[in-house]
């Protein structure tokens, strides 16, 4: 069964894509914990983050980082916190967030932005790039 990450991939459902290659997407958490809370999924389904093979593992990883630079040039922050959990989808996933503190990681705050702020800071973190 696809989750909603899939057919995020499959362009089903609409999301705000920060960074893409052939076999990872990174796009803005729509519930965000803060500004810039990015999640970086491999496009093939895999259920829990351990159940990779090795390689798309340290793939996902570099992606992650690549992601994680371009998210702290873009959004004033201490550090960008990782987080792997996957209870909530069951595709494997890792939560970049930017935090000044320890209670952004918890999941319980909840940040709101509106469509056009969500779309701009994607294209701002795109840009951020390398």
């Given at each position: 069964m696809a989750t909603i990450f899939s057919k995020i991939i499959a362009g089903e459902i609409p999301c705000y894509k920060v960074a893409e290659d052939?076999?990872?997407l990174a796009f803005l958490d729509v519930n965000p914990n803060a500004t810039g809370h990015t999640l970086c999924i491999p496009k093939k389904e895999v259920d829990k983050i351990f159940d990779l093979e090795d390689d798309a593992f340290s793939k996902l990883m570099l992606f992650s980082?690549?992601?994680a630079e371009a998210i702290e040039?873009?959004?004033p922050c201490k550090r960008v916190g990782m987080a792997v959990i996957g209870l909530e989808?069951?595709?494997a996933h890792v939560h970049l967030i930017p935090i000044n503190e320890m209670d952004e990681m918890r999941f319980q705050n909840k940040v709101r932005?509106?469509?056009e702020e969500f779309a701009s800071l994607a294209?701002?973190?795109r840009q951020n790039l390398h």
């Open positions: 052939a076999d990872f980082k690549k992601v040039k873009t959004v989808v069951p595709h932005l509106s469509p294209k701002s973190i």
